[in-house]
């Protein structure tokens, strides 16, 4: 490895006179074809069994494909019975076109045909590989052998549909390896291709030019697909369909700018399964022309639903920072982003007017456009902050702290989440947030409060606590201006050793509606020991009063343990 430029053999950059596709924008779907079932399930250590493989047909129709590669029939018996099954059953909706794959040899096209028996509307896919690698180096044939070859297996093809009568058979034409051949010669035998096959008055040849092998980068995709364009002759007779490997981990990127140098159709898998690092996933690559404003047909409507379904179907794991559909995708464990977030969503009808359409800090789409809930979007660990936890509190059980009970509830969630070494689930923050600040069973145990108006003076309430104190009963009565000033003066008659003030109070619902709870914090300030010490206490009750109440019990608790 002297000198890494030249310990690989990368295809040269296209010669290309023009350039436009740099300048262009996406805004018209391609059309789709899922080749999960042939090339997605060829690569699986366990390929599908043919009830998988059903269910995964009928899946990609629910999603909306409405062309759906189904196999390989000449290749093996499973796939020829797969495509009987779906045709003798009935299995294939009206609107979606089925397309099966053969090598341009006889007796496969031969084969092939058979296996659309009674087929409504198919599409015969022959390829044939144009690299000089393979060409030469797998087949040993010259490029006018390999021509001869493709173009006597398109001319079988177009004769024999003639024996499938009522059925209406579509071509496509795959030059194998396009990325890694001489474009004057794909373009030329896909000139010859369409000339032999001699479409019918408005009938369209599928061309596909495959990066089979990923060897280039995306800009030089789309120079090849663009040059393919300007110089191919039947330009109107033809779609120009795109069929991305991802062996350098661009497919996705590849695709998009090959569409922008005017491709007509996309082929790919969901998640991405095929051969080595797989085929271009078109659940990213859908739903990053959705995010871009294009209506590809294709609904991902409850994401995680499909991805748990698919890796069911194939065994194939999918990666939790895969984009859109994986585990952690909508997940933030720092503090910083769970602030913003938190913030963000706090105001985003008011973002959404200022930016002209749904923005929020680090999160690229609204998650509950393809089903994902709000609720697993932070997650608590020792990394977060305030802002998640208090998103978590408000998402989940509607409680929102005031600000410095926040920080010091976060201090309580750092030393937990350091302690247990793992992230937190919401059932357990609220589980610490209890146990921390609503500490009714302590020394202090309130049995009853009511407070009553003074039967003269309605500015006067009078206050009766019954409560325990070190398991004594006890009743005290106080009065002041509000119920909660009153309950204060009487449970200040106690023996406790400090004498407390009330310095924050702060109230809340929990809910909306006329029987929403209620929720009081408090903090209170004492010398302890000669230690100033300041506690927060938390309360719940079915009216402000009660819950207020509490919330000082929760605190005088605090300041006794
Ligand atoms: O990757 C590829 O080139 C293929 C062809 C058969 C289209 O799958
Ligand atoms: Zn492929």
Request: glycine content about 6%; some cysteine; hydrophobic content about 40%.
């Amino acid at each position: 490895m002297k000198n890494s430029s030249i310990r690989y053999a990368c295809p040269p950059p296209v010669n290309i006179s023009r350039r436009n596709w740099p300048s262009k924008t996406l805004t018209r779907s391609p059309a789709w074809c899922a080749v999960d079932l042939r090339d997605g399930n060829q690569a699986l250590p366990n390929p599908m069994t043919p009830v998988q493989k059903k269910r995964f047909f009928q899946l990609l129709v629910e999603l909306g494909f409405k062309e759906i590669e189904v196999g390989f029939p000449s290749a093996s018996a499973d796939d020829f019975q797969f495509c009987r099954d779906l045709i003798e059953q009935k299995l294939i909706p009206d609107d979606v076109t089925i397309s099966v794959l053969t090598q341009a040899r006889e007796h496969l096209i031969r084969r092939t045909l058979e296996s659309l028996h009674g087929v409504r509307r198919a599409i015969v896919h022959v390829y044939t590989a144009t690299s000089e690698l393979h060409m030469n180096y797998v087949f040993g044939k010259t490029a006018a052998e390999t021509e001869q070859m493709a173009l006597a297996a398109i001319a079988m093809v177009r004769d024999g549909r003639k024996e499938l009568a009522g059925s209406e058979i579509l071509l496509e034409f795959s030059p194998e390896e396009f990325t890694d051949s001489e474009l004057d010669f794909t373009v030329g035998l896909c000139d010859r291709v369409i000339e032999t096959w001699q479409p019918r008055r408005g009938e369209k040849v599928i061309l596909n030019l495959p990066a089979t092998v990923e060897r280039r980068m995306p800009n030089q995709y789309a120079d090849m697909i663009e040059e393919f364009i300007r110089r191919q002759k039947h330009r109107k007779q033809s779609l120009i369909s795109l069929h991305a490997h991802n062996d350098m981990g661009c497919a996705v990127a590849a695709t998009e700018l090959a569409l922008l140098a005017g491709a007509d159709r996309v082929e790919g898998t969901l998640f991405g399964h095929g051969e080595r690092c797989g085929n271009v996933d078109l659940v990213t690559l859908c739903m990053n022309l959705q995010y871009l404003g294009v209506d590809t047909g294709i609904r991902f409507a409850d994401i995680e639903k499909i991805r748990d379904e698919l890796v069911e179907l194939t065994s194939m794991p999918v990666h939790p920072r895969h984009p859109y559909a994986g585990e952690l995708v909508f997940t933030a464990f720092s503090g910083s982003h769970q602030d913003a977030i938190h913030k963000g969503l706090s105001r985003a009808e008011e973002l959404a007017e200022r930016f002209g359409g749904w923005k929020i800090p680090y999160l690229h789409i609204d998650p509950r456009d393809i089903g994902r809930s709000f609720e697993k979007f932070i997650r608590i660990n020792s990394q977060s902050g305030k802002g998640g936890i208090a998103h978590v509190l408000q998402q989940e059980f509607g409680i929102r702290l005031p600000r410095q009970l926040l920080i010091d509830f976060s201090q309580h969630v750092q030393r937990h989440t350091d302690k247990v070494q793992r992230e937190v689930d919401a059932k357990e923050l609220l589980s610490l947030l209890l146990e921390s600040y609503v500490l009714q069973d302590g020394p202090v145990k309130l049995l009853k409060y009511w407070p009553r108006p003074d039967a003269e003076d309605p500015t006067k309430i009078h206050g009766e606590v019954h409560l325990e104190f070190h398991g004594q009963h006890r009743t005290l009565n106080g009065t002041a201006p509000g119920p909660i000033a009153a309950f204060v003066r009487a449970v200040k008659q106690l023996d406790l050793p400090f004498n407390f003030a009330l310095e924050e109070y702060e109230e809340d619902a929990i809910g909306q509606t006329d029987d929403a709870e209620a929720i009081t914090f408090v903090r209170l300030a004492a010398t302890v020991a000669g230690v100033r010490k300041s506690v927060y206490g938390i309360g719940f009750g079915v009216n402000i009063d009660q819950a207020a109440v509490r919330a000082v019990v929760s605190g005088l608790n605090a300041l006794l343990l």
